[in-house]
């Protein structure tokens, strides 16, 4: 897993040829953006990541006051810490083939991007975000899978810490 850079928060939903996909809540019923808000349906993430993603929104959403600024500190740091768990995490499931953006709402923090060095550990999801892009054949091609008895087919490589 690395760290691809800092800087201030973009809004292209590319950089080069790697999609980006950004993370952060914004009343779009979602935290994942391409071009715009991307439902989780669609994304075919793990069911375990996708709640972990809602759960994070709504803890944002309970740490503002009425005028939208963070009730306290704390709050602003604990929603950072988890952005950037959730951003790792995100980045592992679609694999090298995306960077995922995290810019936190906390003040005087740096927009962050990641992503994994190996392939994606849900090839589905990351295929499905690659067509989002309109990059489908890319996809295909980036997250092929090899079917049982192909050669290879029982050496596998992961980059999580799931079996």
Do not use: H, K
């Amino acid at each position: 897993m690395s760290e691809v850079g800092r800087g201030d928060r973009g809004t292209t939903a590319t950089r080069g040829a790697v999609p980006v996909v950004r993370l952060y809540p914004d009343y779009a019923g979602t935290v994942l953006w391409l071009a715009g808000p991307v439902g989780y349906a669609d994304s075919l993430l793990d069911p375990a990541l996708v709640d972990d993603l809602l759960r994070w929104e709504i803890s944002y959403y309970d740490a503002l006051d009425a005028d939208f600024r963070w009730r306290s500190p704390a709050l602003s740091t604990a929603f950072t810490e988890s952005g950037c768990r959730l951003a790792l995490r995100l980045a592992v499931e679609l694999g090298d083939g995306f960077d995922i953006e995290f810019a936190s709402y906390e003040p005087g923090v740096a927009t962050r991007r990641f992503r994994s060095d190996s392939a994606a550990d849900n090839p589905r999801a990351a295929a499905a975000l690659a067509a989002l892009t309109g990059d489908a054949s890319a996809a295909r091609l980036r997250q092929r899978t090899i079917a049982p008895g192909e050669p290879g087919a029982d050496v596998r490589v992961r980059n999580s810490r799931r079996a």
